[in-house]
């Protein structure tokens, strides 16, 4: 996947900004600043999935230009807040492997019903494929399997879906 490019903040380009600073009303405002870039870098670019092990790899925790790295334990710190107000969650116990959600997972489930409701799919099953890569351009389209899942999951709570999901199928059928 070929990176977008994204306007950095001016902070991306100022190294202390890739310290966790020890000052509390500092790291406050530099932990924001960061929340907001992940979410904006992964929306762009259509991350779902960080794995804290190859972080360092994403030019979002790698600036080369000023040869500074986001240390493991400060992203998965900021992925811990993020986390709190429903825009991340760590895949595995050891926290390796993050789900980053530019939309909350409810948010999620908002845009996909819209988009069903809009486009008079009510009472239709759909393969997850059609919906996550099928002719629609809308912006859940792309979205990793298990982030659409999950989303689909908090429709399914609001009886607005059954998701279908055997071995041999995975589909949704909409109400």
């Known amino acids: ?11 991306y380009s ?3 900004f890739f310290t966790l600073q020890p000052h509390p009303e500092t790291r406050s405002k530099q932990v924001a600043a960061w929340k907001s870039l992940i979410l904006d870098y992964c929306k762009k670019n259509k991350v779902c999935i960080v794995d ?19 240390e493991s334990g400060v992203i998965v710190s900021i992925l811990g807040e993020l986390q709190k107000t429903g825009n991340a969650a760590a895949v595995d116990k050891s926290k390796n ?38 002719e629609s351009q809308e ?4 979205l990793h399997t298990d ?15 059954e998701l279908i999901l055997s071995d041999e199928d995975q589909g949704v059928k909409f109400f």
């Open 139 to 142: 912006e859940f389209h792309g």
């Open 147 to 161: 982030v659409l899942i999950k989303a689909l999951k908090t429709l399914e709570e609001q009886r607005k879906c």
């Open 97 to 134: 492997r993050w789900e980053i959600y530019w939309h909350t997972l409810e948010e999620w489930g908002s845009i996909i019903h819209d988009y069903v409701t809009s486009n008079g799919l009510t009472n239709s099953v759909m393969t997850l494929f059609e919906l996550n890569q099928g």
């Open 14 to 16: 100022f190294p202390p």
């Open 52 to 70: 804290i092990r190859e972080a360092d790899q994403l030019p979002l925790f790698n600036n080369s230009a000023i040869n500074r790295k986001l």
């Open 1 to 11: 996947m070929s990176e977008i490019d994204i306007e950095w903040p001016w902070q």
